[in-house]
Nanobody, 124 residues
């Protein structure tokens, strides 16, 4: 599986961005999909995940983004989205999408495939 993330950019605090991650292959619906982020000097952290179709596409969020971010997936289009509203300067990071089949998880090591990352910068 190859993942291509896009949609990052520069936005003012309080603004919105929508990230997309398109996957190659014909088995996209069988993967749990996640978004992670990494700020300079910090470890990669979990943002959101959505379970595979067999798991009914259930979303799961980090407490820091719950109520502001929404994860969704379009299995026909092999794409997972992250709608980010009410952005804060502390949301500034490189955002990565990831795909995994073993378990529905917030742990990076549970994911097998990673996209290249897209930069999100939120100015105050």
């Amino acid at each position: 599986v190859q993942l291509q993330a896009s949609g990052g950019g520069l936005v003012q605090a309080g603004g919105s961005l929508r990230l997309s991650c398109r996957a190659s292959g014909r088995t996209f619906s069988s993967y749990n999909m996640g978004w992670f982020r990494q700020a300079p000097g910090k470890e990669r952290e979990f943002v959101a995940a959505i379970s595979r179709s067999g798991g009914r596409g259930i979303p799961y969020y980090a407490s820091s983004v719950k109520g502001r971010f929404t994860i969704s997936r379009d299995n026909a289009g092999n794409t997972v989205f992250l709608q980010m509203n009410s952005l804060k300067p502390e949301d500034t990071a490189v955002y990565y999408c990831a795909a995994g089949q073993t378990s529905f998880s917030s742990r990076p090591y549970e994911y097998d495939y990673w996209g290249q990352g897209t930069q999100v910068t939120v100015s105050s």
